[in-house]
């Protein structure tokens, strides 16, 4: 095999692999912006149901911020 045909080879599978690299990247952003807003959507309706301060409420946003952490992780690694 010529050095050539190698190297098209090579640089075949590395642009196909990043390619499959990034198009798994965006449902997981488009999945991290729908956990995020059914976070919020939790937050508010304990918020509303039980009171600011209330034990429901605190736990919300502990799992608001939890999803929040995950999502901004999945981003940048």
Do not use: Y
């Not at 050539?4 to 990043?18: D, E, I, P, R, S």
Request: proline share 3%; aromatic share 6%.
């Amino acid at each position: 095999m010529s050095v050539k045909k190698m190297f098209a080879k090579v640089f075949f599978c590395v642009v196909l692999g990043g390619l499959c690299l990034a198009g798994s990247a965006l449902p997981a952003r488009a999945d991290c912006a729908k956990d995020i807003r059914k976070a919020e959507a939790n937050l508010d309706k304990a918020i509303r149901k039980h009171g600011e301060h209330s034990p429901q409420a605190e736990q919300r946003r502990r799992e608001l911020e939890e999803v929040r952490r995950r999502c901004h992780w999945e981003e940048h690694h």
